[in-house]
């Protein structure tokens, strides 16, 4: 994910790298710069709010007389609802924001091709070739490692080792120690 300061600091530079990149990553670019202007916009004025209730909150228990107190609580209602809607509008552009932010491709290197496919320049060496077919190696270990009691007792890919295996993996560790 980019950082949503290098992008604030420097959006024509971004945007030209990620021009190199295809011209679907310059859209998501806009987009993010246009959510960031709002949430900054709403961020401070949602901060003076929020002052503005723990004020009034001062101001109330200091009220002696019930009608003051009566119009402080009224008042804050109102701000308070204000900051109800001004988080709320806050929470689902920020999430548009991070959605956005990770739709954007990282920036490519200045040396690198230009075009969303990379091409290949060389291969160097060979796959390696078995005179046999590799086999998993829960196939290999067959009852000495037991996934279904481990998956039912702490979940998805957790394994319990049995008999030898358990012994061959101590002396592993006795040994590296």
Do not use: C
Request: hydrophobic share 45%; aromatic share 2%.
């Amino acid at each position: 994910m980019l950082d949503l300061r290098r992008i604030r600091e420097d959006p024509d530079g971004v945007r030209a790298a990620l021009k190199r990149r295809g011209e679907a990553a310059v859209v998501d670019l806009d987009r993010v710069i246009a959510l960031d202007a709002r949430r900054r916009i709403l961020l401070p004025e949602l901060e003076g709010l929020r002052a503005e209730q723990n004020e009034a909150n001062v101001r109330i228990g200091a009220a002696g007389d019930p009608a003051v107190r009566a119009r402080e609580i009224e008042g804050m209602r109102n701000v308070a609802a204000r900051a109800k809607d001004l988080d709320a509008e806050l929470a689902v552009i920020e999430a548009e924001l991070h959605e956005a932010l990770d739709s954007i491709p990282n920036l490519p290197d200045p040396s690198a091709a230009p075009g969303p496919q990379a091409e290949l320049v060389r291969t160097v060496g060979e796959p390696p070739r078995f005179g046999f077919e590799p086999r998993d190696h829960l196939e290999l270990a067959g009852e000495m490692i037991d996934m279904d009691r481990a998956a039912k007792l702490s979940g998805s890919r957790f394994a319990y080792l049995r008999g030898d295996l358990v012994l061959l993996e101590l002396a592993l560790v006795r040994w590296v120690l």
